[in-house]
């Protein structure tokens, strides 16, 4: 099923943001090492929300949850995505794709595109590098210019795209250098290099060709069932058109249609816990974040009246006497958030408004 949408602009009040570690600029490479998402502290009352992507493919580490947790902060936030990450011939290598920086630029979000400089090797795999480590002197270049960008983060982000030449070419240098000293072969640089020319003759390209395989990785998500996914609805596409004219590809793990009702569901699962974990919970409340501020949701150019739900499930029967303390305390600002921003939670197929009360 293909879904299609339109977002005018982001209203949205978030309330399981945990509380973030302050840092001095000074302290930035040990606060990479520490926290996915942090305040930085420039002095004279400047300070900025910042999170961070282990890898630009979205569902690694969970950079959503990062990203969320900067939501609730009242300036500048501001996220660092590498253009691409090598983990070594044995590992997986990933590329930036404009879906992302596009949706940071939809969430307000100011984004720093950068390169890894060093790594370690892996002690559990002979062909794979581990704890790559951000170029901390570009990083900090990039985060000065932030601080007096006028702009807002959808201009910035457009003439981060017009770096990614430049960036990409020193990503490929830096891992040349990590392999020589690592003594570690890395994937090849040749194809590296043909796709990155591919999405660096010009912006538009890079646009183009990223939404390709946006694309690509849309359809072939709405045709698989995630094992760890309990749900029963049908699987859909969804194409959101912004303002701008600029689209996102994404899927509805389940949808349900009611006469003119359309109920759009983001599953979480866990096996082992009573409740998915609070990083998958967050993942989730990214895609409230788009389902709830959707316009002109149409299927076959038929209308629908959406509803979001953020639907948790459990391999382990629900009883609500096994939740502890700190369980129902995230649950209730997890209702909180739901019935501020008119989105449903579910828990095993029940609502959390009664589970709860």
Avoid at 94 to 122: C, H, N, P
Wanted: glycine share 4%.
């Amino acid at each position: 099923m293909d879904l299609s949408a339109k977002i005018t602009g982001i209203k949205y009040s978030p309330k399981l943001c945990r509380e973030l570690r302050s840092y001095n600029i000074s302290e930035l490479g040990s606060a990479l090492s520490k926290d996915g998402s942090f305040i930085l502290n420039f002095g004279k009352k400047n300070n900025i929300a910042l999170s961070w992507w282990v890898s630009p493919k979205r569902t690694r580490s969970y950079p959503y949850a990062r990203v969320y947790d900067t939501l609730s902060f009242g300036g500048k936030k501001v996220t660092i995505i590498p253009i691409m990450k090598d983990e070594g011939i044995e590992g997986d290598r990933d590329f930036l794709q404009w879906d992302t920086i596009s949706l940071m630029s939809l969430l307000g979000i100011y984004v720093i595109i950068g390169y890894y400089k060093e790594a370690e090797r892996s002690q559990r795999f002979k062909n794979k590098i581990t704890n790559q480590k951000f170029d901390i002197d570009y990083i900090k270049q990039e985060l000065n210019s932030i601080l007096s960008y006028q702009s807002d983060a959808l201009h910035w982000n457009l003439e981060q795209i017009e770096k990614v030449e430049e960036v990409a070419k020193i990503a490929l240098y830096n891992y040349e250098e990590i392999s020589k000293d690592l003594e570690i072969k890395m994937h090849s640089r040749e194809l590296a290099e043909k796709r990155i020319n591919k999405v660096i003759k010009n912006k538009d390209t890079f646009i183009r060709f990223s939404r390709e395989l946006a694309k690509k990785a849309q359809i072939r998500e709405s045709i698989t069932n995630q094992p760890k996914e309990k749900l029963s609805g049908s699987k859909a596409t969804l194409t959101i058109k912004n303002y701008l004219g600029g689209y996102y590809f994404f899927t509805c793990d389940e949808i349900i249609i009611e006469k003119e009702k359309i109920y759009l569901i983001e599953g979480k699962h866990s096996k082992q816990s009573l409740i998915p974990s609070l990083e998958d919970i967050k993942d989730g409340l990214l895609k409230m974040i788009l389902f709830t501020n959707l316009k002109e949701v149409k299927m076959q150019e038929k209308k629908y009246n959406p509803f979001a739900v953020l639907k948790l499930t459990s391999e382990i029967d629900f009883q609500k006497d096994k939740l502890t303390p700190l369980h129902i305390k995230k649950l209730k600002l997890l209702q909180e958030e739901s019935k501020e921003n008119n989105f449903v939670v579910m828990l095993n197929n029940k609502n959390l408004m009664e589970l709860i009360v």
